[in-house]
């Protein structure tokens, strides 16, 4: 059964920065396009960041020229820098493989971002 974890959240004053992890058993993050998500409360999930398999990146408007999404294919580890945190950026975050390209796969538990002062 394919696990992703999600890691690397926590409490951050606006402006601040935060990266996240994603860990991946097998080579999930190698051989898909992959996502970040996020949902707020009382929000729809959403896509904020992908990597497709040829590594290149797409972003939401909300989030372009603030975070970055990468991957270690060795370590078989996606990440998402964030950087200029904003308290509207507060959510749940999670990974998964790109929901406009493929099936998402059994979501993880998420790791939670909050920007407040």
């Known amino acids: 059964q394919v696990q992703l974890v999600e890691s690397g959240g926590g409490l951050v004053q606006p402006g601040g920065s935060l990266r996240l992890s994603c860990a991946a058993s097998?080579?999930?993050?190698?051989?898909?396009?992959m996502g970040w998500y996020r949902q707020a409360p009382g929000k729809q999930r959403e896509l904020v960041a992908g990597?497709?398999?040829?590594?290149?990146?797409n972003y939401a408007d909300s989030v372009k020229g603030r975070f970055t999404i990468s991957r270690n294919n060795a370590k078989n580890t996606m990440y998402l820098q964030m950087n200029s945190l904003k308290p509207e950026d507060t959510a749940l975050y999670y990974c998964?493989?790109?929901?406009?390209?493929?099936?998402?796969?059994?979501w993880g538990q998420g790791t939670q971002v909050t920007v407040s002062s």
């Open positions: 998964n493989t790109d929901s406009r390209i493929q099936a998402t796969l059994q």
């Open positions: 990597i497709n398999r040829d590594g290149t990146t």
């Open positions: 097998g080579m999930i993050t190698r051989w898909n396009a």
